[in-house]
């Protein structure tokens, strides 16, 4: 499976490789929404992509606001020690 986002091209799948590519275009203009449907193996069996307009007066969810704040402050602390030379 490829999650890709933020290009300003379309990507699509591959159909020789059996493999599910979801993105979001549009440098953020719009958001992807992925369900997939997996069997007792956790496997997956299906998949729905679908891409949804983002508008200026949509409200943030506070569980993605505090995930994202977690991915900025790892990301910060990894940059951090790539430049300084610690963890």
């Known amino acids: 499976m490829a999650v ?3 290009q300003y091209y379309m ?5 020789s490789y059996n493999t599910i590519v979801v993105t979001s275009p549009s440098l953020g ?10 069997d007792r193996n956790k496997k997956i069996v299906s998949h729905r ?10 409200k943030d969810d506070p569980e993605m ?3 994202v704040q977690e991915f ?3 990301e ?9 030379g610690t963890k």
């Open 4 to 6: 890709v986002g933020g």
């Open 49 to 58: 992509a679908k891409k949804v307009p983002l508008k200026e007066d949509m």
């Open 72 to 74: 900025d402050q790892a």
């Open 29 to 38: 203009k719009y958001g992807g929404w992925l369900t997939l449907e997996l």
């Open 76 to 84: 910060k602390k990894l940059q951090h020690a790539q430049i300084y």
């Open 65 to 67: 606001l505090k995930l």
């Open 11 to 15: 990507v699509s799948p591959n159909e």
